[in-house]
């Protein structure tokens, strides 16, 4: 894929009035991202779940802006046609526009990203047009919300009620009318992810457990390969188990280091018979 195009806004809205869904995938590091660059991913979300894949925290709370600009960095570097989209953390958009887009704005300065995403429906929306109206793009994150996990009641469907879908669906309108480009309808009824993207105007809509009615899908990376140990969520696919190949290569390393059959004479390097007599002597004197 190293002569692919830059992928842009109107590249991804093309593909909705095309009617071909988009692919989007969680990415943290150089290595990684080289990789969905060559497969074709379309859309990188350098995730403030980074706090949990890949820094081992419980939550996404602790991570800070440094900490996605460094990652979002090394994402870029790896994947220079994809549209790299850089998670708001926690706190550093929540308490007023100004620090919203002040934070946006390192993203798309320090780290190259082509859009930010932030979690929250009608009380972000203020958030949400700041940032644009600053020349920004932004993505809307409605149902389960992991920055407001605790409040959500856990890592649950979100919107299983009338009353609860209802209120969802609002938030998207209020967020699209915002000027988000996108929204991210994270673990919703596919019923109701059918309906908000149906009704979405200018928008596209992004499934996450969602079910396959939006108008593309995200992934977790380490849930998709089986790198993530604490747990699997039902929403995620395992499309190769990489962790346990990883795993048993570990293993293996050890066992031949404590058997001395690794390493093996072509894994280092010899020295001349002269050239080593030469160095005892030198190392005699």
């Known amino acids: 894929m190293s002569d692919r195009k830059k992928i842009t806004l109107p590249y991804l809205f093309q593909k909705v009035q095309d009617k071909e869904p988009i692919s989007w995938l969680t990415c943290y590091d150089y290595p990684t991202a080289y990789l969905q660059e060559q497969a074709g991913v379309e859309m990188i979300l350098v995730g403030d779940s980074l706090g949990m894949t890949m820094l081992g925290y419980d939550s996404t709370l602790p991570v800070t ?7 979002a960095s090394a994402v870029r570097r790896g994947a220079p046609t994809a549209f790299v989209v850089g998670d708001m ?3 550093t958009y929540q308490p007023s526009n100004e620090l919203a887009v002040k934070n946006a704005g390192r993203f798309m300065a320090e780290a190259g990203c082509d859009a930010i995403k932030l979690e929250g429906g009608v009380a972000m929306a203020p958030r949400i047009k700041a940032i644009v109206d600053a020349g920004i793009p932004a993505i809307g994150h409605l149902g389960l919300t992991p920055q407001s996990v605790a409040a959500l009641g856990g890592f649950r469907l979100q919107g299983k009620s009338a009353s609860l879908a209802k209120k969802i669906a609002d ?3 209020a967020l699209q009318d915002a000027g988000a480009f996108a929204i991210l309808l994270e673990l919703v009824p596919d019923r109701l992810c059918k309906l908000i993207t149906e009704q979405a105007e200018d928008c596209i809509i992004m499934s996450l457990g969602s079910g396959p009615d ?9 849930d998709m390969f089986g790198l993530y140990p604490k747990f699997k969520p039902k929403m995620a696919k395992v499309f ?4 346990e190949v990883i795993l048993n290569g570990l293993k293996k390393y050890v066992s031949e280091v404590k058997s001395v059959t690794f390493p093996a004479a072509e894994n280092y390097f010899g020295m001349p018979d002269n050239e080593y007599d030469e160095l005892v002597k030198l190392t005699k004197k």
Request: proline residues 4%; aromatic residues 8%; glycine residues 12%.
């Open 65 to 71: 802006m440094d900490d996605m600009i460094r990652h």
């Open 89 to 91: 953390p926690y706190m």
């Open 171 to 173: 938030d998207a309108k």
């Open 214 to 222: 939006a108008h593309g899908q995200l992934l977790i990376y380490h």
């Open 240 to 243: 190769g188990n990489a962790g």
